[in-house]
């Protein structure tokens, strides 16, 4: 059973920068892809950013370069960091792995994963 606990969300003013982890405990394969999406109050989750098994990476169009995802397979950890905050980055932001299956951009829509964090909250004002 996996498990996924995220860590460093906060609050930030506008312009500023955070830097989310995701650790994951349990049994996983380097061959796992990894993502973060964010969910605001009354708004639907969306997806944020995703890594793939052989590091290849995919970016909402909000990212717009301003958040950059990363893994570790060795440390278990995924990291997403992220600059520029707007306050519409406002949200609880939750980390995802599953094994990877299919092409990358399918697993920004979030349907994919099937091991999820319980969310960190990111406030940006």
């Known amino acids: 059973h996996v498990q996924l606990v995220e860590s460093g969300g906060g609050s930030v003013e506008a312009g500023g920068s955070l830097s989310l982890s995701c650790k994951v405990s349990?049994?996983?394969?380097?061959?796992?892809?990894w993502g973060w999406f964010r969910q605001a109050p009354g708004r639907e989750r969306e997806g944020v950013a995703v890594?793939?098994?052989?590091?290849?990476?995919r970016y909402a169009d909000f990212v717009q370069g301003r958040f950059q995802i990363f893994k570790d397979n060795s440390q278990r950890i995924s990291r997403l960091q992220m600059n520029n905050l707007k306050p519409d980055d406002t949200a609880m932001y939750s980390c995802?792995?599953?094994?990877?299956?299919?092409?990358?951009?399918?697993?920004?829509?979030?349907?994919?994963?099937?091991?999820w964090g319980q969310g960190t909250q990111v406030t940006v004002s």
């Open positions: 349990g049994y996983t394969y380097s061959s796992y892809c």
């Open positions: 890594v793939g098994r052989d590091f290849s990476t």
């Open positions: 995802a792995a599953t094994v990877c299956r299919f092409p990358l951009s399918t697993y920004l829509g979030g349907a994919a994963f099937d091991s």
